[in-house]
């Protein structure tokens, strides 16, 4: 009988059989990747580069889009190296870490969606006490808060579960180190239910932060019905609800993710729901973000036209010189 100690690597999800689908596999996922690397970095440039789009609600955005970055590092390019290399192995150091830093990014990620909502309630509910409420040295403050909670979550949570007996194989079910997956491989049905305890009183807590988006939204929207002119209320909807989307889809997967009845679990089922909640959100929360938000467009655009300016700059610069020569 092996325990984790003699593990010295793990072997992740099989996507296919046929070496074309492996290629297939590495090809989207490369291109998801690529979609979430440029359009958050648009995001992040765009909001370190304007300084009309330096205030609380894009400087959380600006951590939003660093922690979709990350995430989304953590997972595909590990899954897209095996793929390509045909293999399945993650060492047993490169599992942990990954495990980490998901986690911790994951937990960060929802925690500040947290400070975000309230961060909307302040400005639409209580907006003469928004510059008291989240002045830079607070919105400093939550955005460590959100960011330490991660670190906390998942330091707990990855020491826990590597320091279980496995037992039942070294094969995840799936494409990353995930700890459900890792709790499969536990020795005995006790050593199981130690982190599923704590797993629990953690969805406990992030029901506890949903309890408290839902009612800041509750309020949000009776504010934004108040409203007597229709521009002010669509200003107002226009600022919440890409919020309310990402949050949306973030919290529905991912609950449903560790939260789903046995009974109904199955490898394709996980497979589509870990996707869902762990590489769709840091593609497409640019593009909600982007959407609706005039004024994030508008610095984009500056962005793009300076950009352009400075590819066009050098070539015009040595078509003067050579006629000057010539």
């Given at each position: 009988m092996s325990n984790s100690s003699s593990i010295t690597q793990f072997l992740l999800l099989a996507f296919a059989d046929t070496r074309e689908l492996q290629l297939l596999r590495f090809w989207l996922f490369l291109a998801i990747y690529l979609a979430a690397l440029l359009g958050n970095g648009l995001i992040i440039t765009a909001i370190a580069c304007d300084h009309h789009l330096h205030t609380p609600m894009y400087f959380f955005l600006l951590n939003l889009s660093i922690l979709d970055l990350a995430s989304i590092s953590t997972t595909l390019p590990k899954s897209m190296a095996n793929s390509l290399w045909d293999?399945?192995?993650?060492?047993?150091?490169?599992?942990?870490?990954q495990v980490f830093f998901f986690l911790f990014l994951i937990s960060a990620e929802y925690s500040l969606l947290t400070v975000m909502a309230y961060d909307r309630y302040v400005a639409i509910c209580k907006p003469l006490h928004y510059g008291t409420l989240l002045g830079s040295r607070a919105c400093v403050h939550m955005a460590a808060a959100a960011w330490g909670t991660g670190f906390l979550y998942a330091v707990l949570h990855t020491a826990n579960t590597f320091s279980l007996p496995l037992c039942q194989g070294n094969a995840v079910d799936q494409f990353f180190c995930e700890i459900p997956q890792i709790l499969k491989l536990s020795c005995s049905d006790s050593d199981y239910l130690r982190e599923a305890c704590l797993l629990v009183v953690s969805v406990s807590l992030a029901f506890g932060c949903f309890v408290f988006i839902s009612f800041s939204y509750v309020q949000i929207l009776r504010a934004v019905l108040r409203i007597p002119?229709?521009?002010?209320?669509?200003?107002?909807?226009?600022m919440c609800l890409p919020h309310l989307a990402v949050v949306s889809l973030f919290v529905s997967t991912s609950f449903f993710a560790y939260l789903k009845p046995p009974s109904i679990s199955s490898p394709s089922l996980d497979l589509v729901v870990t996707v869902l909640y762990s590489v769709v959100p840091p593609a497409v929360n640019p593009l909600i973000y982007s959407m609706r938000n005039q004024e994030l467009k508008d610095a984009l655009s500056k962005l793009a036209q300076w950009a352009l300016s400075h590819r066009q700059y050098p070539a015009s610069l040595s078509l003067h010189v050579s006629q000057s020569l010539s």
């Amino acid at each position: 009988m092996s325990n984790s100690s003699s593990i010295t690597q793990f072997l992740l999800l099989a996507f296919a059989d046929t070496r074309e689908l492996q290629l297939l596999r590495f090809w989207l996922f490369l291109a998801i990747y690529l979609a979430a690397l440029l359009g958050n970095g648009l995001i992040i440039t765009a909001i370190a580069c304007d300084h009309h789009l330096h205030t609380p609600m894009y400087f959380f955005l600006l951590n939003l889009s660093i922690l979709d970055l990350a995430s989304i590092s953590t997972t595909l390019p590990k899954s897209m190296a095996n793929s390509l290399w045909d293999t399945r192995a993650i060492s047993y150091a490169g599992c942990a870490a990954q495990v980490f830093f998901f986690l911790f990014l994951i937990s960060a990620e929802y925690s500040l969606l947290t400070v975000m909502a309230y961060d909307r309630y302040v400005a639409i509910c209580k907006p003469l006490h928004y510059g008291t409420l989240l002045g830079s040295r607070a919105c400093v403050h939550m955005a460590a808060a959100a960011w330490g909670t991660g670190f906390l979550y998942a330091v707990l949570h990855t020491a826990n579960t590597f320091s279980l007996p496995l037992c039942q194989g070294n094969a995840v079910d799936q494409f990353f180190c995930e700890i459900p997956q890792i709790l499969k491989l536990s020795c005995s049905d006790s050593d199981y239910l130690r982190e599923a305890c704590l797993l629990v009183v953690s969805v406990s807590l992030a029901f506890g932060c949903f309890v408290f988006i839902s009612f800041s939204y509750v309020q949000i929207l009776r504010a934004v019905l108040r409203i007597p002119s229709e521009q002010g209320r669509h200003k107002a909807f226009s600022m919440c609800l890409p919020h309310l989307a990402v949050v949306s889809l973030f919290v529905s997967t991912s609950f449903f993710a560790y939260l789903k009845p046995p009974s109904i679990s199955s490898p394709s089922l996980d497979l589509v729901v870990t996707v869902l909640y762990s590489v769709v959100p840091p593609a497409v929360n640019p593009l909600i973000y982007s959407m609706r938000n005039q004024e994030l467009k508008d610095a984009l655009s500056k962005l793009a036209q300076w950009a352009l300016s400075h590819r066009q700059y050098p070539a015009s610069l040595s078509l003067h010189v050579s006629q000057s020569l010539s």
